[in-house]
């Protein structure tokens, strides 16, 4: 299958920076990106969908001023997470659609943000 | 998207075949039924999908009924690699669509 990577894998920030999220599909163009967040215990909730290109669309609820998205290649959209706090702490995961015949989506190992 | 329904968990013996229900009655003509898992701390794992027809991969058989309303994921020889979550997923196979998580189905395979 088509290969997803995230980098960092894991990051520990204090209260108020912001941190950037890296992921990109190593074998194949995608126009289209998506990124994730999954609490401990839970499943795992689309943020957003992120489009080379163009602006992200956000799903209801999360702050599109706090969680920047740019997607300025075809292999490469990164995450944004500004002023975190320790309720932002969570693992986000990122996925990448191909333009095979049924478009099925390959993710990223995850990362595990931490905040201080 | 239609909504899918999965058992909360199950268990299965290493070695034995791991059969994993999905319900998703009101699954459109479009929509393809996708199997993901997450081993524990990872990003999901792509499994196998099928739009109407059984589907095998070196992974896993996929068995959707005739009307489309529920499928089984068939791991043939589970071993304890296989602990994980599994998701059953219907969306339509357009490129951009995204993909809506639901609960899972956790799989414990045992020794």
């Known amino acids: 299958g088509a290969v997803v990577s995230q980098h960092p894998s894991w990051v520990i920030c204090k209260s108020g920076t912001s941190v950037k999220i890296e992921c990109r599909s190593l074998d194949f163009q995608a126009t289209t990106m998506f990124w994730y967040r999954q609490f401990p215990k839970q499943s795992l909730m689309l943020m957003a969908t992120s489009n080379e290109g163009s602006k992200a669309t956000y799903e209801q609820g999360v702050e599109k001023d706090k969680f920047l998205i740019n997607h300025a290649s075809l292999t490469l959209s990164t995450l944004t997470v500004t002023s975190a706090h320790p309720e932002d702490s969570s693992f986000y995961i990122c996925?990448?659609?191909?333009?095979?015949?049924?478009?099925?989506?390959?993710f990223g190992p995850g990362t595990r943000l931490t905040v201080l | 998207d239609a909504k899918t329904t999965q058992p909360t968990s199950m268990d299965c013996a290493e070695g034995r075949a791991a059969n994993l229900p999905c319900n998703h009655s009101t699954i459109s003509g479009n929509e393809y039924v996708y199997w993901y898992r997450q081993i524990h701390s990872q990003g999901p794992q792509y499994i196998i999908h099928?739009?109407?027809n059984n589907e095998t991969n070196e992974m896993a058989s996929l068995i959707i009924t005739e009307d489309r309303k529920s499928s089984t994921l068939i791991l043939p020889h589970a071993t304890l690699r296989d602990t994980a979550v599994y998701y059953c997923?219907?969306?339509?196979?357009?490129?951009?669509?995204?993909?809506?998580f639901g609960a899972g189905t956790i799989l414990r395979v045992k020794s």
């Open positions: 997923i219907v969306r339509v196979g357009r490129y951009g669509n995204k993909l809506v």
């Open positions: 996925s990448a659609g191909t333009s095979g015949r049924d478009n099925e989506q390959f």
């Open positions: 099928g739009l109407k």
